[in-house]
């Protein structure tokens, strides 16, 4: 479970800097927030990936990463855009 726990962090911390990478603009959150974004992100991508049946293709499995960074780019931006509106 140790491995598995820091494979989800890393995965969450890569897939939170990609998303975060591909807004416009600079947002004001932290890392710990990108990377729980970008670990939920990751699930919830790989599973409609696997719903799509894209998940398992040879190589690199474009379509999967495309979707989670998508998803951790909507979530970067509305945590950011929640945060804005607070101060």
Do not use: K
């Amino acid at each position: 479970m140790g491995i598995s726990l820091l494979t989800a962090v890393i995965v969450g911390l890569i897939i939170g800097a990609l998303a975060r990478l591909v807004l416009p603009g600079r947002q004001n959150i932290g890392v710990i927030w990108t990377i729980v974004i970008g670990i939920v992100a990751a699930i919830i991508g790989t599973f409609i990936a696997r719903a799509l049946g894209v998940a398992d293709t040879p190589g690199i499995d474009w379509i999967e990463l495309i979707l989670q960074v998508a998803l951790a780019a909507v979530g970067v931006s509305a945590v950011a855009g929640r945060r804005r509106v607070r101060r």
